[in-house]
Nanobody, 124 residues
Framework: QVQLVESGGGLVQAGGSLRLSCVVS????????MGWFRQAPGKEREFVTA????????YYADSVKGRFTISRENAKNTVYLQMNSLKPEDTAVYYC?????????????????WGQGTQVTVSS
């Protein structure tokens, strides 16, 4: 059974930083790309960032480019999301997901397993 467990969410002031983690079990972690998505209240879930199976390539939504960094440690079955210069509009539930392939995508349909989500709240 594949499980994804996110952690690291919380309340932070605008301009602050948070680091999210997502630990994956039940799958050969190093064989698949990983992604982060988010869903704000009243809005659809949206793509944030993704990283290839090896960590060699990354892909970011324009809204987070230059502020967020995705990385992974295959030895620990863990993917991270470092979020800097946070803005109130970054407030959302953040989800990690495993891709169906080794390669990055911004489409939800390309991801087959999802975590339960972790809340990030940025106050102004």
């Amino acid at each position: 059974q594949v499980q994804l467990v996110e952690s690291g969410g919380g309340l932070v002031q605008a301009g602050g930083s948070l680091r999210l983690s997502c630990v994956v079990s039940g799958r050969t972690f190093s064989s698949y790309a990983m992604g982060w998505f988010r869903q704000a209240p009243g809005k659809e879930r949206e793509f944030v960032t993704a990283v290839t199976y090896s960590g060699g390539r990354t892909y970011y939504a324009d809204s987070v480019k230059g502020r967020f960094t995705i990385s992974r440690e295959n030895a620990k079955n863990t993917v991270y999301l470092q979020m800097n210069s946070l803005k109130p509009e970054d407030t959302a539930v953040y989800y990690c997901a495993t891709a169906r392939t080794r390669f990055v995508s911004n489409s939800e349909s390309e991801y087959d397993y999802w975590g339960q989500g972790t809340q990030v709240t940025v106050s102004s």
